[in-house]
């Protein structure tokens, strides 16, 4: 993972401002994000794409995509594969 230790603090104060609580993991050359809920989530896209935006904002305009995972929403190979090669923020 190419972050900084500023840039990974940025990217958890954004991601814990949104409600509720996150837990996430990110890897890739650009940012590639997965936040995962304990709590179900009403409009997953819209949160998606908030968060993406922010983090790009404050990231310079470095490329962001992010992958939600909430136990209201299918569960896809993705999600498992975030979890196993992800790197803990």
Known sequence: MRLTDTQRQTIQRIVHEEPPPLDDTARGGDIDLFVELDKPV???AQLSARLSV???RAMHGRNVDVLVSAPNLSE???????REQGVRL
């Open 42 to 44: 009403e409009h997953p």
């Open 54 to 56: 922010r983090i790009m």
């Open 76 to 82: 896809q190979t993705i999600h498992k594969l975030a």
